[in-house]
């Protein structure tokens, strides 16, 4: 197939519109980049961000093991604090039920329990 000079400006002239718009694209998208950093969040551009370092792996486990230490310290605290006010709660209900022997109140189920045997 042979090109005429006639179809070689068409053929040349329709290169150039494809680059074209793919230049014009590729500006349009930096347009939209750029204008996102200045519109943008703060903070979320990386040359304002001024935090520390992130931390390493292991500072991290280490922080979330502290955290559950102090989760469980704080649960068995509040577990031991409900079993002594059940323990108050039945000492003082077992006191209440418990018969008086005190000195001057002895009753005759007492004195029933000696000389039972006969002989």
Same mark, same amino acid.
């Given at each position: 197939?042979?090109?005429?000079?006639? /179809?070689?400006?068409?053929?040349?002239?329709?290169?150039?519109?494809?680059?074209?718009?793919?230049?014009?694209?590729?500006?349009?998208?930096?347009?939209?980049?750029?204008?996102?950093?200045?519109?943008?969040?703060?903070?979320?551009?990386?040359?304002?961000?001024?935090?520390? &370092? &992130?931390?390493?792996?292991?500072?991290?486990?280490? =922080?979330?093991?502290?955290?559950?230490?102090?989760?469980?310290?704080?649960?068995?605290?509040?577990?031991?604090?409900?079993?002594?006010?059940?323990?108050?709660?039945?000492?003082? /209900?077992?006191?209440?039920?418990? &018969?008086?022997?005190?000195?001057?109140?002895?009753?005759?189920? =007492? =004195?029933?329990? =000696?000389? /039972?045997?006969?002989?």
């Amino acid at each position: 197939m042979k090109l005429s000079v006639t /179809t070689l400006p068409f053929v040349a002239a329709s290169g150039w519109t494809k680059i074209e718009e793919k230049q014009q694209t590729q500006l349009v998208g930096v347009d939209d980049k750029s204008s996102l950093d200045t519109v943008g969040v703060p903070g979320l551009c990386p040359s304002s961000d001024k935090r520390a &370092p &992130p931390e390493s792996l292991q500072e991290i486990a280490q =922080f979330q093991k502290y955290q559950m230490e102090e989760k469980r310290a704080r649960l068995n605290k509040q577990l031991r604090r409900n079993l002594d006010n059940t323990n108050a709660t039945l000492a003082h /209900t077992h006191k209440q039920q418990k &018969p008086d022997i005190e000195r001057g109140c002895i009753d005759d189920n =007492f =004195f029933s329990k =000696f000389n /039972t045997c006969s002989r």
